[in-house]
T-cell receptor, first 110, second 118 residues
Framework: EDQVTQSPEALRLQEGESSSLNCSYT??????LFWYRQDPGKGPEFLFT???AGEEKEKERLKATLTKKESFLHITAPKPEDSATYLC???????????FGTGTKLQVIP | EAQVTQNPRYLITVTGKKLTVTCSQN?????MSWYRQDPGLGLRQIYY???????DKGDVPEGYKVSRKEKRNFPLILESPSPNQTSLYFC?????????????????FGAGSRLTVL
């Protein structure tokens, strides 16, 4: 069974304190790994798609990387507005569905 | 504005009273999907639709029905709601489903519908 595990469940950072969120997956043939951001009371918003091991993508203070077993979302010098829940999701061949992890709730304190 | 619109946003109902949560998108997307989000369980897919008149079960379809008669609409029907269907529901759509690649399978989510079944 495809599984997506995110860690930590929650992370509290001081403004400017860089860190990484982890998404590990056990799927039979990854076709795409997605990162979404979800603010309280809102639907998830797309951040990145990664397709192959070694791929990296960046957007402002966020950088996503992918290996054969996991993905990292690196947050450099975070600001309070980066506070949100970050969701990881995977897509596999032959299936028309996207499987989500349970998310990491990030709080950045001024 | 490109968006996915869900209604109602909040609903409190009683066990057994049929209800429908509507979902509409204005992006001409082929793929639409329903998720429920519960604490500690994350987003779980209920049903999805690859196109008009093409629907299939996700991971947790029991107790739900869907239909896709028009491309823009994908309502979620709870024929006889029960308390274990109390949850936050999200509708989402993408240009294509499956292995579209090139960003065509990026999901756009609605704002969510919080349902309480007493």
């Amino acid at each position: 069974e495809d599984q997506v595990t995110q860690s930590p469940e929650a992370l509290r950072l001081q403004e400017g304190e860089s860190s990484s969120l982890n998404c590990s997956y056990t799927v039979s043939g990854l076709r795409g790994l997605f990162w979404y951001r979800q603010d309280p009371g809102k639907g998830p918003e797309f951040l990145f798609t990664l397709y192959s091991a070694g791929e990296e993508k960046e957007k402002e203070r966020l950088k996503a990387t992918l290996t054969k077993k996991e993905s990292f979302l690196h947050i450099t010098a975070p600001k309070p507005e980066d506070s949100a829940t970050y969701l990881c999701a995977v897509q596999v061949p032959g299936y028309q569905k996207v499987t989500f992890g349970t998310g990491t709730k990030l709080q950045v304190i001024p | 504005e490109a968006q996915v619109t869900q209604n109602p946003r909040y609903l409190i109902t009683v066990t057994g009273k049929k209800l429908t949560v509507t979902c509409s998108q204005n992006m001409n997307h082929e793929y639409m999907s329903w998720y429920r989000q519960d604490p500690g369980l994350g987003l779980r897919q209920i049903y999805y639709s690859m196109n008009v008149e093409v629907t299939d079960k996700g991971d947790v379809p029991e107790g739900y029905k869907v239909s896709r008669k028009e491309k823009r609409n994908f309502p979620l029907i709870l024929e006889s709601p029960s308390p274990n269907q109390t949850s936050l529901y999200f509708c989402a759509s993408s240009l294509r489903g499956g292995l579209a690649g090139s960003g065509a399978n990026v999901l756009t989510f609605g704002a969510g519908s919080r349902l309480t079944v007493l």
